[in-house]
């Protein structure tokens, strides 16, 4: 596989040059870190989990890690290595740019990019033997002549149907046309490894869709072997699929969340996995305030006692959302102590006065267990009214992962 070009020094824009624009040198100075919240991503846990998923579908179906939005947020490099090591047949991530970052950091697995072929994409696509997520026809003669420029064998690429999503995929109608042109001269410079399809409702209570959707798919896998096509790989199942629907496991599953630990809802949730990621912080400093003061933005909480409040250097700018004020809590000396007045945008105030010995410098567990007691991902969700995805993916940058 070709390795990345040598990264040159940033004295400036870099020009276009080729089919993969070469941005300037990423390489920073050492990040100081003295802020002292952080998010801990456990890696066992995730290997726990990815073996939890495999045990689930059986040793025969392959699994397909998803990492994409860097790796709902634990960090996709790291993860992508994690899950690969652990059996892992290859990754999954939404975008061109985020199978090249994988790519550059030596991830030699399959990488399956789920988002399609954007025009321009697709000679980095071959340059960098990403496997693309397929369902246009336009899709196909990008690739075709991307491969002809490039003398590479023919381009492994999977064949997306939407059987019900009504969002990405080609419709069953449009089957005959798509393999009209596979079998064509142009069709020969790419090789149809794949064929899937995505649930619409799998994490939903009453889902009456999902095996309405295995059906159109099955009548679509019967269309391409009357034409001569068995692709090896048929998947469809996302987390919620994997454990609500097993006869639906066919020869690869795409566990996204239940790998860092979690679910759309606990309903589907897979029994054992581990939370990956937590989320930890310190008290900076302690307030002595009288009842009646009123704390944060917008005065909306008057305090009803004498009280003392922690300050806690995290904030909406964190990924802690504003949304939870007044209904969030966290962990110090595994006690829960509320959040007081409106979360800002670097800090919030915990309520800490029934733990009368807790001092500057206390830890504080913002997701996670402490002691005997642990704040979920689904506490938070449901504090924010947002699905878990969001918490975990919306953790930002400016949080150091330690691992």
């Not at 952080?38 to 495999?54: E, F, I, K, W």
């Not at 009214?385 to 969001?390: G, L, Q, S």
Request: hydrophobic share 40%.
């Amino acid at each position: 596989m070709p390795r990345s070009p040598t990264p040159r020094a940033n004295f400036g824009p870099v020009p276009y040059s080729g089919p993969e624009r070469r941005v300037a040198d990423r390489r920073q100075a050492p990040i100081v870190e003295v802020r002292p919240t952080y998010a801990y991503v456990d890696a066992g846990a995730m290997v726990h989990n990815l073996r939890t998923v495999q045990a689930a579908v059986g040793a025969r179906c392959r699994v397909l890690a998803v990492v994409k939005a860097d790796g709902y947020g634990h960090g996709a490099i790291e993860a992508a290595r994690t899950f690969v090591d652990a059996g892992a047949w290859g990754c999954a991530v939404s975008l061109v740019e985020e199978g090249v970052e994988l790519r550059q950091a030596e991830i030699r697995a399959p990488l399956l990019v789920l988002g399609g072929v954007h025009p321009g994409s697709e000679d980095v696509i071959v340059h960098r033997s990403l496997t693309p997520v397929v369902w246009a026809r336009e899709h196909l003669q990008l690739l075709s002549a991307a491969v002809r420029r490039s003398g590479a064998p023919p381009l492994p690429i999977h064949l997306k149907i939407d059987t019900g999503m009504s969002r990405l995929g080609a419709l069953p109608g449009q089957l005959p046309e798509f393999l009209d042109w596979l079998e064509g001269e142009d069709g020969q410079h790419v090789r149809l490894e794949g064929v899937m399809t995505h649930f619409a409702c799998a994490d939903e209570p009453d889902d009456a869709t999902s095996p309405r959707q295995l059906e159109s798919f099955r009548d679509s896998l019967a269309v391409l072997a009357s034409r001569g096509f068995h692709p090896p790989i048929r998947h469809v199942c996302n987390s919620a699929g994997l454990v609500r629907l097993p006869h639906a496991h066919f020869d690869m599953v795409r566990p996204g969340v239940a790998i860092y630990g979690a679910a759309s809802s606990r309903e589907v949730e897979l029994p054992g996995l581990k939370m990956a990621m937590s989320v930890h912080s310190r008290i900076l400093g302690i307030r002595e305030l009288p009842a009646g003061a009123r704390v944060s933005y917008g005065h909306r909480m008057e305090l009803s006692r004498p009280s003392r409040l922690g300050i806690v250097p995290v904030g909406y700018a964190d990924g802690y959302p504003r949304r939870m004020s007044g209904q969030a809590q966290v962990l110090v000396r595994g006690h829960r102590c509320r959040v007081v007045g409106n979360i800002t945008m670097d800090v919030s105030m915990i309520d800490v006065t029934d733990l009368p010995d807790a001092r500057e410098g206390e830890r504080v567990t913002l997701l996670g267990a402490q002691g005997r007691d642990r704040i979920d991902v689904y506490e938070l969700a449901r504090w924010a009214d947002v699905i878990p995805y969001e918490i975990c993916c919306g953790i930002s940058k400016r949080v150091p992962r330690r691992g």
